[in-house]
């Protein structure tokens, strides 16, 4: 499990401390945390551990695994990373080979592309290195919110990001701690109602938890450590535990 280290924190995205906080949030987390220490990590959370948190390899990991299944993710990812790992060497090679490695991850044409262009513009406009800030992880080929936050946190170690994917957005919404319709919504939503220092926490959390217990389709109630606390807002049908 990685572990979470601390850097200076900008005051950009603080949340509004007027705004209540929902009391079934820091037991929900504690509870999830406790109980996700036996499941097997997402795919780019263990690929950030097994190389000390490379922001380069984190960024393209993160790219690759947008509406890809992980183990395709660290499949493809490792494919791609034992013939190339820097923005230099993938800039290097040629969409087509890039779609190659990278092959089956979902929209590999595009998502090649982009890694090739990302590639180019760290080369050309941040002097090889992936860049620091939110805005201008924002400006890369392919890039957008999670990916940013993603980065950030984990090879970044900042404190002051909430990365929203897809399950964050559903369970959180399902948790009944926002009410939002996208997740750059709930990612604004979740800085105003949970607690700062569990930020960096929630990505992991929740996405281990999507994977595993409260599943897209019939999530898993019955089993779920949070089921006494979650009004299950939207949930029509219920899996076997
Ligand atoms: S009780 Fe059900 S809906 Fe609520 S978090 Fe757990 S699995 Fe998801």
Redesign the pocket.
């Known amino acids: 499990m990685r572990s979470l280290r601390i850097l200076q924190v900008p005051r950009a995205l603080r949340g509004d401390l007027k705004t209540p906080v929902s009391p079934n949030i820091v037991p929900v987390l504690k509870s999830i945390g406790r109980a996700i220490r036996t499941m097997e990590e997402p795919a780019v959370e263990k690929i950030a551990e097994a190389t000390q948190e490379d922001p380069f390899r984190v960024l393209i990991a993160t790219l690759l695994s947008a509406q890809t299944k992980d183990a395709v993710t660290a499949a493809a990812s490792a494919r791609l990373f034992k013939v190339a790992r820097t923005p230099k060497t993938v800039a290097a090679l040629p969409v087509s080979r890039i779609e190659r490695l990278i092959y089956p991850v979902s929209f590999y044409r595009n998502k090649a592309r982009h890694t090739k262009q990302a590639c180019r513009q760290i080369l050309d406009e941040f002097g090889g290195v992936v860049p620091r800030t939110m805005a201008e992880l924002l400006t890369l080929a392919g890039v957008g919110r999670k990916t940013a936050n993603l980065v950030l946190i984990l090879s970044h170690a900042s404190r002051d990001n909430i990365c929203v994917d897809t399950h964050v957005h559903r ?1 959180s919404n ?2 009944g701690w926002v009410k939002t319709r996208t997740p750059d919504q709930t990612e604004q939503a979740l800085y105003r109602v949970v607690p700062r220092k569990w930020w960096p926490d929630v990505n992991l959390y929740l996405v281990t ?1 999507g994977q595993n ?2 599943k897209p389709v019939y ?3 019955q089993a ?1 450590v ?2 006494p606390l ?1 009004p ?1 807002r939207g ?1 029509t049908k ?1 899996g076997r535990s």
């Open positions: 369970i399902r948790l938890w217990i409260c999530p898993r109630c779920c949070a089921s979650c299950r949930v219920e």
